[in-house]
């Protein structure tokens, strides 16, 4: 059983940091890519951040590119979110997911997932 426990998350004004860790577990994880989320209220769940965990390649929704950094650490099945210059529309739940599929691509898309966190809530005062 797939398990990914997101943490990190909290209240931080505009400007300020937070780094996000998703640790996985229950399995031996190679060929995948691992990707982030966020949902604001009233809002569609949206791609952020992805990385494929056999050669590092990156992806980054235009919206954050230059302010987050997705990393990963293979001996503890651990991918890393820090998001610098943190603004107010960044506040939302962010989860993390795992795509089993192949590895080879990192979607933007959350149907292609097939493991997800509980999310950890970010939230950017003004």
């Known amino acids: 059983q797939v398990q990914l426990v997101e943490s990190g998350g909290g209240l931080v004004q505009a400007g300020g940091s937070l780094r996000l860790s998703c640790a996985a577990s229950?399995?031996?994880?190679?060929?995948?890519?691992m990707g982030w989320f966020r949902q604001a209220p009233g809002k569609e769940r949206e791609f952020v951040s992805g990385i494929k965990w056999n050669d590092g390649n990156t992806r980054y929704a235009d919206s954050v590119k230059g302010r987050f950094t997705i990393s990963r650490d293979n001996v503890k099945n651990t991918v890393y979110l820090q998001m610098n210059s943190l603004k107010p529309e960044d506040t939302a739940v962010y989860y993390c997911a795992l795509d089993m599929s192949t590895g080879l691509f990192i979607y933007n898309t959350p149907g292609v997932y097939e493991y997800w966190g509980p999310g950890t809530q970010v939230t950017v005062s003004s």
């Open positions: 229950g399995r031996t994880f190679s060929n995948y890519a």
